[in-house]
């Protein structure tokens, strides 16, 4: 008995298999395939937007010509993509510029212990194409080079989604999608935005939001919700002590350079167990020397490869929130409005709230910045200003002037030549380098494509 059942569901999948098969077609559908993504589509419903129509049409859009970038494809963008192609969007491209770590293998899903060494974005890509029949997922590997070489521009997107750890990435894609706005006798023409929907996790905690550029809140008007990166003060490490951390640091940036435990010239490498197990064993005894405790292996490890821990359901659930229901959403539904926040560290919570455009956003709200100094003050305390202030933090601001009809550089620090030039200008004060109360200062910085120009107002 049991054999002849095994026989008829041998025979069942064989027949099943062949009618996939055939089904399939060129087009790589068969039958029934979109039925979950047509039930959001073809039907209304109680959340469904106002304006939405249902119709089959939506679901052909969205099969054929609904191109979509997503950047990032490591923790969050992995599910992203795999959520993006199982609902039906065909025209994904990737980018991403890291390359596959053994520690990712985790939780990355479409990375095999093979692909070690190999760019995210390419493996990624090609996993999704030989995987989900239909799909087109082109890749590069630098955000900016896309743009500028490859094979399409931004405007041809219909919608970016961001899976980034970066800050930075995320405020450069925010700025370029604000610089694509078309204003019209300073009305916005809402067919030149690009909708932008950022994830981010951390841990056990993640959010995501939808942001329509130049209506609602972006990137730079909530950046105090950023924390600053956490480095720890030298002459704290050096000197004066109190947590593990500052052990840990103590080991890794004073001690093996001056020690240097595996040679002359042999940098630390956070995945040689040999080189972990130095630091630990440092840092131990630094710890014991204060009366410190909490010096962990785990802890070095994390210490010196700076390791945010990544937990994979929460990659899970933010993606999740992003794409089946926002990107459907932007068709169908009443979008996130805006800013979901997800904490399971205990228990579960989760709650969304309207974040609000920063009236006088650095990126968004086209109001002229202002920079309130005395004359005297120096152009290193400006620079500290642009770097230190919350809703600025720049990375390496380049600061220039128009003086006496010439275009002048204050300070640069990208460059090494023009660094050392310009560096002298750093303890000049204001008055000293010329600049005049209403002077226009251009800064341009990695952290947006355009320059930001900020009003020189003096203080007395
Ligand atoms: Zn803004």
Redesign the pocket.
């Known amino acids: 008995l049991l054999f002849s059942l095994f026989r008829k569901k041998k025979r069942r999948i064989e027949e099943l298999t062949e009618k996939m098969a055939l089904d399939v077609g060129s087009s790589g559908d068969w039958d029934g395939r979109w039925r979950h993504v047509q039930k959001f589509l073809e039907r209304s419903g109680p959340f469904t937007h106002p304006d939405f129509e249902p119709s089959e049409e939506t679901l052909q859009f969205l099969l054929e010509t609904c191109k979509i970038l997503v950047i990032g494809a490591g923790g969050l963008g992995c599910e992203l993509l795999k959520n993006l192609a199982l609902s039906g969007f065909r025209h994904i491209h990737v980018v991403d510029m890291d390359t596959i770590d053994v520690s990712n293998l985790n939780r990355q899903f479409l990375f095999r212990s093979k692909d070690v060494g190999h760019p995210k974005a390419e493996v990624a890509a090609d996993f999704i194409n030989s995987r989900v029949p239909g799909c087109h997922v082109p890749y590069c590997l630098i955000l900016f080079i896309y743009f500028l070489f490859f094979c399409m521009p931004v405007v041809e997107f219909h919608i970016i989604v961001c899976g980034l750890d970066s800050i930075i990435a995320r405020r450069w894609m925010n700025g370029m999608l604000l610089s694509l706005l078309v204003y019209d006798d300073g009305v916005l023409d809402p067919s030149s935005i690009i909708p932008l929907i950022d994830g981010g996790t951390e841990g056990f905690k993640g959010n995501a939001r939808v942001i329509l550029p130049g209506m609602t809140?972006?990137?730079?008007?909530t950046l105090e919700l950023y924390p600053p990166q956490i480095n720890f003060p030298m002459c704290t490490i050096a000197s004066m002590p109190r947590l593990p951390e500052h052990c840990i640091e103590y080991a890794r940036i004073l001690q093996w350079p001056k020690e240097k435990p595996f040679g002359d010239g042999v940098a630390l490498d956070g995945d040689n167990p040999e080189h972990i197990h130095w630091v630990f064993q440092k840092s131990l005894e630094r710890a014991a020397e204060f009366n410190i405790i909490g010096v962990t292996y785990r802890l070095t490890q994390g210490v010196v490869k700076r390791i945010i821990p990544a937990v994979a359901s929460t990659n899970a659930v933010i993606a999740g929130t992003v794409p089946s229901r926002e990107n459907t959403a932007l068709f169908a539904y009443v979008p996130l409005n805006n800013y979901l926040v997800f904490n399971d560290v205990d228990g579960l919570y989760t709650y969304t709230f309207e974040a609000e455009?920063?009236e006088n956003?650095s990126?968004?709200?086209q109001v002229p910045q202002k920079l309130q100094f005395p004359p005297s003050a120096k152009l290193q305390e400006v620079l500290e200003y642009l770097t230190e202030n919350a809703s600025l933090q720049m990375k390496s601001p380049a600061i220039t002037a128009t003086l006496e009809g010439k275009n002048k550089t204050l300070y640069l620090q990208t460059v090494a030549s023009i660094e050392e030039k310009t560096r002298p200008n750093l303890c000049k004060t204001l008055k000293e380098l010329g600049l005049a109360d209403g002077q226009e200062l251009a800064v341009a910085d990695v952290t947006t494509p355009q320059t930001v120009l900020f009003k020189l107002n003096f203080t007395s």
């Open positions: 809140a972006c990137i730079d008007c455009r920063k956003c990126a968004c709200s």
